[in-house]
């Protein structure tokens, strides 16, 4: 066969990228939503995908409004020690009042708030623990609307 032969390309296999194997056999599929609600309101949501291998969650976050994309491109790797969050902030407003985060069961949580302040919020039980910020694990949510 000729190097531009159209069987060429099927004879070559696309390696999946690292950011999307998460086993062995891949099958990353659409499983539901989570919406973020403010007074009745969808303010947002958090969509969440699951491989049909090993069950392993993925989830990305979408504000309504928001036409920028995120920094991760792809589905962002999760460890094992850590589960989905979405951290309220109770002295935000609208979109600024909610991000998708990855909390261990135990530890800090450097989290950037809406004035590009870094700060630390300590985690419990995969939970924030603070007097101005709250959370909640988006496993827990699949197919509900959350009022924030």
Known sequence: MSENSPNDSAEEKIP?????????NPQITYLAPVNINVEERTIGSVDVWRCASCKKSFCEE?????DSITDIVGMPRIEDDEKWGVVVSKLQKGK??????????TGILKFETADEQVIDLKIDNY??????????????????????
């Open 16 to 24: 999946t990228p690292a950011i999307y194997k998460c086993c062995e």
């Open 62 to 66: 979408k504000q309504l409004g928001i």
């Open 96 to 105: 600024d009042k909610w991000k998708l985060v990855k909390l261990k069961e």
């Open 127 to 148: 939970s924030i623990v603070d007097d101005f910020h709250t959370s909640f694990l988006v496993l827990d949510h699949i197919h509900k609307a959350v009022e924030i």
